[in-house]
T-cell receptor
């Protein structure tokens, strides 16, 4: 039973470029979450999605960040015009309803 | 004041010791409580999940929730070097929006 799959695992972007992070939830899970772990900080909730719907985006920065979970294909977290402060580990998680399982993360480095 | 407080450690114990990890919280609406283990450069791995108050045991791990004191604990018996990791408590009022502690770094020495 495959876990939550994230790619790429490591991504390097220059300031001003776009970063796209992909996530496939565990089989049978219809809830997807994105969390961010900044250096020396804890994990912070960003967004909660179900297929074709954003349910809660209260943790998303107001600008440059967007997320989607289309009917077909993986969930995408998109960061436009990246800045150095976006360097972090981005974790996707999925849930069958009551518990949340995390992927291995995507480490974004902005140079 | 943070919603969830967790001593960051580091905590170092000899192999075989009983480890006690703790978190306190301020939001009385929290009812889902989880413990995750995270190895360096890896994702958080769910260890224990408790809904509302009470104890839960799984092998060498025991989770306790005391809602009256707003205090949760994770006990690890017969600790092993492979238990060396960062342990994260997480909790929420609704499942989707987990609030995490800072994490406690544990080192188990052979």
């Amino acid at each position: 039973n495959a876990g939550v799959m994230q790619n790429p695992r490591h991504l390097v972007r220059r300031r001003g470029q776009e970063a796209r992070l992909r996530c496939s939830p565990m089989k049978g899970h219809s809830h997807v979450y994105w969390y961010r772990q900044l250096p020396e900080e804890g994990l912070k909730f960003m967004v909660y999605l179900q297929k074709e719907n954003i349910i809660d985006e209260s943790g998303m920065p107001k600008e440059r960040f967007s997320a989607e979970f289309p009917k077909e294909g993986p969930s995408i977290l998109r960061i436009q015009q990246v800045v150095r402060g976006d360097s972090a580990a981005y974790f996707c998680a999925s849930s069958p309803g009551d518990t949340i399982y995390f992927g291995e993360g995507s480490w974004l480095t902005v140079v | 004041q943070k919603e969830v407080e967790q001593d960051p450690g580091p905590l170092s114990v000899p192999e075989g010791a009983i480890v006690s990890l703790n978190c306190t919280y301020s939001n009385s609406a929290f009812q889902y409580f989880m413990w995750y283990r995270q190895y360096s450069r890896k994702g958080p791995e769910l260890l224990m999940y408790t809904y509302s108050s009470g104890n839960k045991e799984d092998g060498r791990f025991t989770a306790q929730v005391d809602k009256s004191s707003k205090y949760i604990s994770l006990f690890i018996r017969d600790s092993q070097p492979s238990d060396s990791a960062t342990y994260l408590c997480a909790m929420s009022g609704v499942v989707r929006k987990l609030i995490f502690g800072q994490g406690t770094e544990l080192s188990v020495k052979p």
